[in-house]
């Protein structure tokens, strides 16, 4: 159990001591008795202050666990950049917060305000709006805030989130705070100006170009600036870092020890999606991303300093909808200009208050099987299983449709959210693809089971042959009480050697298992 994350304010306690708990709370996870979890509270409000427990608890990207039951959406209306990343390429999206080659549909403030009212009336659970690009939010003051305070005013209960690159936050700081925007993300990918100037070729600064090492400096430093000034104020801040084999990979690990030591709230290592049709630098130089072992490894030896995000899905700057699923073809401008909105808040409490009972439900449950692995004798023994779900935290999809699967470490101390692993579509039209299956496969080679709510015999078949056994018996059942109850059989079946405990480290993890373009 990691007591940092157990701690109350006290009535009127001062804003620097408020700020040493964030600190110290190892980012939003918690050890929520022995499941700790790796980016999200897991256990609800009595494992945190109550003050950061409101401001993550229906925060798709804050919380992992809030992932599972609520969903955010961006509004494109920043389309100009200050600076130029080598993975980036104008045409499409800000690589910080999307997948490059996704182009968005620009959107004006007011086009932006109308659109998530569209949303939020059609998507109850929908709770954050973020500015994330196409460029940088900072560098679009006037139309970023605009939105925000229009959104202010028409949709008071949606948060309000930003993305940037840091070079022009220290000015908006008090902006961002005066508008309420109680989470912003600033992408961080070096402290050390000699590694900056590899990937940053410029920034516009005082009005003009500034390259190289100068260039990397001055970034660097508004950076630091900008994330003291927003945690001084009780912002909280996610950082954003692209790895970078060669690059910047191993000086991540002093990144993640500066905007610790700042107050950075959670640390998210993503990795760098790179290719040549992108029209990149990094694309036509021929810069790989990092292995799925890779970004594993790096992540988790992050994870003593601070805990680490594992659940980001690399957005595009118009994204709808959960986290991994994109609902934004149903919100084209044309078609949000044609839509009757009700905005009724009533609504969408009562909504969002019978999310929080099946939440309390989910925990409940967990806790009780936790008591029970408790009793039973400890084991070294940890395994990978990949679960299907489109949400609430059950196992509630078919194995062919399936987009991702996510990824649970299971051992003596329960389930553990590890990562995600997007996947082609196993079932096109109704028919398996045997190309598809072979892909699935590979992606989930390093789990001993995946869970899914319905599976065919013919994949079933494969997959046993290849050392994942499907499970259907939980169909429908919440994913972590039904994955400590599967592993408790798990290590009964080795204690009475009906089955032999294959280790399946991170060697067995091939390239690519976590990361496609
Ligand atoms: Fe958007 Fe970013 Fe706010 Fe989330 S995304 S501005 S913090 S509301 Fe989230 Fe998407 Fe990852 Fe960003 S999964 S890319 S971390
Ligand atoms: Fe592209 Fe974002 Fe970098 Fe600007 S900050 S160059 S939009 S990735």
Redo the contacts with the bound molecule.
């Keep these: 159990m990691d007591d940092s994350s157990n701690f109350e304010f006290a009535a009127a306690e001062p804003l620097d001591d408020i700020m040493q708990k964030i600190a110290d709370h190892k980012g939003c996870g918690t050890s929520g008795g022995s499941g700790k979890s790796s980016c999200g509270t897991s256990d609800g409000p009595d494992d945190m202050a109550p003050e950061i427990w409101e401001k993550v608890k229906n925060h798709p990207c804050y919380s992992e666990e809030a992932h599972h039951h609520y969903a955010r959406m961006h509004v494109a209306v920043a389309p100009a950049?200050n600076?130029?990343?080598n993975?980036?390429n104008?045409k499409y999206d800000?690589?910080?917060e999307s997948r490059p080659g996704v182009v968005s549909e620009k959107l004006t403030p007011e086009q932006a305000a109308k659109k998530v009212l569209a949303v939020a009336s059609t998507i109850p659970q929908m709770t954050v709006l973020g500015v994330a690009?196409?460029?940088?939010p900072l560098a679009n003051p006037a139309k970023t805030f605009k939105t925000f305070e229009l959104i202010s005013q028409t949709a008071p209960d949606i948060k309000l989130c930003l993305s940037t690159?840091g070079l022009a936050l220290p000015d908006h700081v008090d902006t961002i705070a005066k508008y309420n925007v109680d989470h912003v993300t600033i992408?961080v990918n070096m402290v050390d100006p000699e590694v900056g100037a590899q990937i940053y070729p410029w920034i516009f600064w005082k009005n003009k170009r500034v390259t190289g090492i100068e260039a990397a400096r001055i970034l660097t430093e508004r950076q630091m600036q900008g994330l003291e000034m927003l945690t001084e104020r009780g912002i909280l801040c996610k950082v954003n870092s692209v790895m970078i084999p060669g690059i910047n990979d191993k000086h991540l690990v002093e990144v993640n020890r500066a905007v610790k030591s700042r107050g950075a709230f959670l640390h998210n290592i993503m990795p760098l999606i790179s290719a040549p049709e992108h029209g990149t630098v990094f694309g036509l130089t021929g810069q790989r991303g990092p292995t799925a072992q890779e970004l594993k490894a790096l992540q988790d030896s992050c994870e003593g300093e601070m805990n680490m995000m594992r659940h980001c899905r690399q957005c595009r700057a118009d994204a709808v909808g959960l986290l991994g699923e994109d609902r934004s073809a149903e919100f084209t401008t044309e078609k949000i200009m044609e839509m009757e909105v009700s905005y009724d808040l009533e609504s969408r409490q009562a909504y969002q208050n019978a999310v929080e009972q099946e939440r309390l439900a989910k925990v409940a449950a967990k806790n009780a099987e936790l008591e029970t692995l408790a009793a039973e004798e400890a084991s070294d023994i940890k395994i990978l299983v990949a679960v299907a779900t489109k949400g609430q935290g059950r196992i509630n999809e078919h194995f062919g449709h399936a987009k991702e699967f996510q990824v649970y470490e299971l051992s003596s101390k329960g389930a553990k959210f590890v990562g995600h692993r997007r996947v082609d579509l196993y079932c096109q039209g109704g028919y398996g693809e045997e190309d598809s299956l072979e892909t699935v496969i590979k992606a989930i080679n390093d789990c001993a089971a995946v869970f899914v709510a319905k599976i065919g015999h013919c994949p079933k078949d494969e997959l046993t042959a290849a050392g994942i056994e499907p499970i259907d018996q939980y169909a429908f059942e919440f994913i972590e009480q039904s994955a400590i109850a599967y592993f408790k059989d798990y290590l009964d079946r080795v204690k009475r050697g009906e089955i032999a405990h294959v280790a399946r480290g991170d060697a067995d993890i091939r390239q690519g298992a976590y990361i496609s373009a």
């Design positions: 950049c600076i130029q990343c993975y980036c104008r800000c690589a910080n690009g196409p460029g940088d690159n992408t």
